[in-house]
């Protein structure tokens, strides 16, 4: 630092005699030369602060330019049981690998079953397909190799969750194309219209559904929903189960699709770790709780009466004889199926819930919460900051707390707010990932109130991502049970920092948006959602004034061409994303032939294969398979280097490549060979001489 603010003096000095002649005392005690110094040290101090930018400042720009950070997110697991059913499960159930823990959404209601079998039904009744069953590595086509309207897949399970419009959750595992783009909800395609139906004791009946695979084209969940309790068993050869039948009506599939396997039923679990959370309840209704912590569970009730705007807390009753007792308590009692039972006993003065949604307030806490619940008092001032308890990273979207008057204990009125709620007549805070606190920005009227914790949850984030397979038991509640996850989970992440929101920014700027150059058009049309594209050339056509995409499709096809539909979505997508005054034309490749006569002398007649040779030159000249650009021109080099390459070959002595419909004046032997931008090559006749 010495040396730069040295340097800069002397930058300066150097410079006073242009400005000045008669400045002619350059030595330290002169006054002129005090203030250049002055002057040089405030400038390296202005550089020094306007190359530091905070990260603050940087999220601000970063946001300018529409890149807010993104919010933490859980992990999320499919699961299935595995122990025979029906098991039920309450809301915030834990289940354990190792230390991670994850929990239930919500309650979850007497699921059972397994997938027995998969069919298909010829002339001569149901078929398994085998490839299909558990430990068999295979992948499957049910519909065939060329799915049609009325072609349909049979799943047999043995039970399923019972109740009336009960969600049933399967998974189907489908081997994907290397070249299919990500499906997208704004860009929608549709290669197949599916209907799934069951047998009720009112005969056959369409089942609602939601469908995340597309049609069997990617992997992905499928939720059903069935009036289970009208479910009827169907005989197939030795097992009876319940028949689940998906029916293609419209089919325009490019390519067919592929399963590896299906799992269900299923139900999901969240990588969250809930201490405390509240319940609530409608005034007069018959309060009942699950316990789910593994250790003692504690209870908090408020209570909305009638003419009252916030909550008072109730005590529980001291024991037998304290309904006479006159006060705001209530008696909880364990019911057999373990659940914990409220009612409320002074009733007849009055203390008793309000007839309004809402009207109790039930927080269960575990035994580490109770340490930790109570946070400090409001203070007034701005930006005032309250620690949040120890052990992990505070999950911000179950976080609500509570704000308590300073009355007298058994008339304190309280009142509940979320980060960031409406400032209007309430608590405005937010939470702070970094320090791990929340941040009151705005107490409003709640001045002086004692803060508690009433919802609070712990997360690990992207610890949660693990890996398929693993086996996890619960603890609390209904304990003991054994579950695993079949398949891949939803991944979570951490909140986003400065330095992942720069790389996405950094991402998006070599990503086009919108299509100007040939390069835009290229990259623009290779991504679009849903379609299986293999290769893309663009170029202009200077007689026409247009743009032309050429565009292979990523098909079965040995001469792959645009279906409509995929015609029809690239055209689409390009048109949002083109300039206004531009005009585009999307074709197929010219598949072009290409001809090639070759003499080679034989050095290793015993290791010289003459078929090798012919396959290599074939795979450079198939632009089907190979990864040369659609109208690249035929390189000498890359072919003569092919051959050379073959066992046993020496020199060539002669090397002729003649593409259908090039001039002969463009063909030279020993130079690369110019085709059509346009143009997609395929092998034709090889002559190999041998000498």
Not at 12 to 38: F, Q
Not at 400 to 422: H, K, L, S, Y
Not at 648 to 675: Q, S
Request: hydrophobic share 35%; aromatic share 10%; charged share 30%.
């Amino acid at each position: 630092m010495i040396e730069e603010l040295e340097q800069l003096m002397e930058e300066a000095v150097s410079l006073a005699g242009i400005y000045s002649e008669e400045w002619t005392n350059r030595y330290p005690s002169d006054p002129g030369i005090t203030i250049l110094e002055n002057l040089s040290a405030l400038h390296f101090v202005q550089r020094e602060a306007a190359a530091q930018v905070t990260e603050d400042a940087r999220i601000r720009l970063l946001k300018l330019a529409g890149f807010m950070p993104q919010e933490p997110q859980n992990a999320r697991l499919a699961v299935e049981l595995a122990q025979k059913g029906p098991l039920s499960f309450p809301k915030h159930q834990k289940f354990y690998v190792d230390d991670v823990c994850f929990e239930t959404e919500g309650g979850i209601r007497e699921i059972q079953g397994r997938l027995l079998g998969v069919y298909v039904k010829g002339k001569d009744g149901f078929h398994e397909v085998k490839e299909l069953k558990e430990g068999v590595p295979l992948n499957a086509r049910p519909f065939g190799s060329y799915p049609a309207a009325g072609d349909a897949v049979y799943f047999l399970f043995d039970e399923l969750p019972r109740g009336r419009n009960v969600g049933v959750r399967l998974y189907a595992e489908v081997r994907t194309s290397g070249n299919r783009n990500p499906f997208s909800e704004g860009e929608p395609v549709d290669f197949a219209r599916m209907q799934w139906s069951c047998l009720t004791s009112r005969g056959h009946e369409n089942i609602v559904f939601q469908d995340d695979t597309h049609g069997f084209l990617q992997s992905g969940g499928i939720v059903l929903w069935i009036d289970t309790d009208r479910l009827v068993k169907e005989q197939v050869g030795s097992r009876k189960g319940y028949m689940l039948c998906c029916r293609i009506v419209e089919a325009a599939y490019d390519r067919p699709p592929e399963i590896e396997a299906v799992y269900g039923p299923l139900f999901f679990l969240l990588q969250r770790d809930t201490q405390s959370f509240s319940v609530n309840f409608k005034g007069g209704e018959d309060i009942r709780i699950w316990p789910v912590y593994p250790e003692e569970t504690f209870l908090f009730v408020y209570v909305k009466e009638q003419g009252r705007r916030d909550y008072v807390r109730y005590t529980e009753s001291a024991g037998p004889g304290s309904e006479e007792v006159r006060g705001r308590h209530y008696e909880q009692r364990k019911m057999e199926d373990g659940r914990i039972q409220i009612r409320f006993l002074d009733r007849r003065h009055g203390f008793s819930p309000t007839e309004e949604e809402n009207a109790v307030i039930v927080i269960c806490c575990n035994r580490e919460m109770m340490l930790h619940r109570e946070l400090g008092v409001l203070e007034g001032w701005e930006n005032q900051k309250f620690d949040l308890p120890p052990g992990g990273g505070t999950d911000a979207k179950a976080l609500r707390i509570g704000v308590r008057r300073p009355d007298t204990e058994e008339n304190a009125g309280c009142m509940f707010f979320r980060p960031g709620a409406d400032k209007r007549d309430s608590v405005y805070y937010t939470y702070d990932d970094g320090s791990g606190q929340i941040c009151i920005h705005d107490a409003g009227a709640y001045t002086g109130c004692h803060v508690f914790l009433a919802d609070y949850a712990l997360s690990v984030w992207d610890g949660g991502n693990i890996r398929f397979g693993n086996e996890l038991i619960s603890a609390g509640g209904n304990e003991g049970v054994h579950v695993r996850n079949p398949v891949k989970g939803r991944a979570g992440r951490a909140w986003e920092s400065v330095k992942d929101i720069r790389k996405r920014f950094l991402q998006d700027l070599i990503r086009p948006v919108s299509a100007v150059t040939e390069k835009d058009y290229k990259v623009l049309a290779m991504q679009t959602p849903g379609l299986c594209i293999r290769k893309v050339s663009a170029y202009y056509e200077e007689r026409r004034d247009q743009i032309c995409v050429v565009v292979m499709a990523g098909t079965e096809e040995s001469f792959p061409r645009l279906s409509p539909l995929y015609r029809r979505q690239i055209e689409r997508y390009l048109d949002r994303r083109k300039i206004l005054t531009a005009k585009v034309t999307v074709k197929d490749p010219t598949y072009t032939r290409v001809d090639v006569y070759v003499t080679v002398s034989v050095r290793d007649r015993e290791r010289w294969d003459i078929k090798k040779a012919r396959q290599e030159i074939a795979k450079e000249l198939d632009d089907r398979r190979n990864d040369r650009e659609i109208g690249q021109m035929i390189s000498f080099d890359r072919l003569s280097g092919r051959i050379r390459a073959c066992p046993g070959t020496g020199h060539i002595l002669e090397l002729k490549t003649v593409p259908a419909g090039v001039p002969g004046r463009l063909i030279r032997p020993g130079t690369d060979i110019p085709i059509p931008p346009d143009a997609a090559c395929y092998p034709g006749e090889i002559v190999i001489r041998e000498e």
